[in-house]
């Protein structure tokens, strides 16, 4: 089993031009769409993340039920869910504002302990800079670690909700000694700093940086790089993208049993190039559509 630990939210999506276009009601957050992509590719998976009571959660619930994710793991509480106004350029780009203050997933707690089937914990987004539900996701990564789980990271850089900057530079350098496999965009590389080899050496067996239509690139401990081009699809927009390659390369991990970081270096040139360019056309597939729709395992075969 994979579990996703962070947060659920609603984006409020477009759905025409203008500053105040209708905005439709989305399930969402990075976490979420990590474990809804799982689900839809077909790998055993739980989310850990404090939902709330109100209609949008019931209806994160659902979307999480439909998708066979396990629940076990999930809180609930009685403040309103967080919501994300998202905003569309013409590329298909998406960019966020946020509404954070007093909402349920702010005050997740640390579990005692992961699901016994945990094969690996993935971690990201919000979930790991709004207080004090951070420091319980970040006391719950360097657990996991430190008990020989397979951890991985996507930062997915939301500045706006980043009021010290530096100070979460230097956090998240605290947080990769205890990471397996980190995962980030471009974007988010060039707002933290660093390159993939001071990375590398702070402890992940292996960086995959997404470029958007450009493509991945893996580097991985043992100095090897690993380059796919992107596919090519008509874009309608970008949500869930970055969250569906998590989900893509967690899964296709799993299926060679690479879930360890001896693993991810192990696999070479031809398993790193078969595992992103699963991850592109997932991507890819997600891209295509409205929203965070990622694909389901029948629309892009086996791993």
């Known amino acids: 089993m994979i579990v996703v630990?962070?947060?659920a939210l609603i984006d409020l999506v477009p759905q025409g031009t203008g500053a105040l276009a209708d905005l439709k009601p989305a399930l969402g957050g990075g976490p979420y769409?990590?474990?809804?992509?799982?689900?839809?590719?077909?790998?055993?998976?739980?989310?850990?993340?404090?939902?709330?009571?109100?209609?949008?959660?019931?209806?994160?619930?659902?979307?999480?039920?439909e998708a066979k994710v396990d629940l076990s793991a999930v809180q609930r509480g009685m403040e309103p869910t967080t919501l994300a106004v998202a905003t569309i350029d013409?590329?298909?780009?998406?960019?966020?504002?946020?509404?954070?203050d007093g909402t349920a997933d702010r005050l997740f707690t640390a579990p005692p302990e992961l699901p016994a089937a945990a094969r690996a914990v993935s971690f990201g987004t919000c979930s790991l800079v709004l207080e004090p539900g951070a420091s319980a996701y970040e006391e719950l990564m360097r657990s996991a670690a430190a008990q020989g789980v397979f951890t991985a990271l996507d930062p997915n850089i939301r500045a706006g909700l980043i009021p010290d900057p530096d100070g979460y530079r230097a956090r998240f350098k605290s947080?990769?000694?205890?990471?397996?496999?980190?995962?980030?965009?471009?974007?988010?590389?060039?707002?933290?700093?660093?390159?993939?080899?001071?990375?590398?050496?702070?402890?992940?067996?292996?960086?995959?940086?997404?470029?958007?239509?450009?493509g991945l690139t893996a580097f991985t401990q043992d100095g090897?790089?690993?380059?796919?081009?992107?596919?090519?699809?008509?874009?309608?927009?970008?949500?869930?993208?970055?969250?569906?390659?998590?989900?893509?390369?967690?899964?296709?991990?799993?299926?060679?049993?690479?879930?360890?970081?001896?693993?991810?270096?192990?696999?070479?040139?031809?398993?790193?190039?078969?595992?992103?360019?699963?991850?592109?056309?997932?991507?890819?597939?997600?891209c295509s559509r409205a929203g965070a729709e990622p694909p389901y395992a029948s629309e892009l075969g086996d791993f």
């Not at 077909?42 to 209609?55: E, V």
């Not at 013409?90 to 954070?100: I, L, N, P, T």
């Not at 398993?271 to 890819?284: N, Q, V």
Request: with cysteine.
């Open 5 to 7: 630990a962070g947060e």
């Open 33 to 65: 769409n990590t474990a809804v992509a799982l689900g839809r590719l077909g790998s055993p998976a739980a989310f850990c993340s404090r939902i709330s009571y109100d209609a949008f959660g019931e209806a994160l619930l659902d979307g999480l039920r």
């Open 90 to 100: 013409q590329s298909g780009s998406a960019a966020y504002s946020f509404y954070v």
């Open 175 to 214: 947080w990769l000694p205890s990471v397996s496999l980190l995962k980030l965009s471009e974007e988010d590389a060039l707002w933290l700093g660093g390159t993939p080899r001071e990375w590398l050496a702070a402890g992940p067996a292996a960086v995959v940086i997404t470029q958007g239509g450009d």
């Open 224 to 286: 090897a790089v690993h380059v796919v081009p992107g596919e090519e699809v008509d874009v309608v927009d970008t949500i869930g993208a970055g969250d569906t390659v998590n989900a893509a390369l967690l899964h296709g991990l799993a299926a060679q049993d690479a879930l360890s970081a001896e693993a991810l270096v192990g696999l070479g040139a031809e398993g790193w190039t078969r595992l992103l360019r699963f991850a592109a056309r997932a991507a890819a597939i997600t």
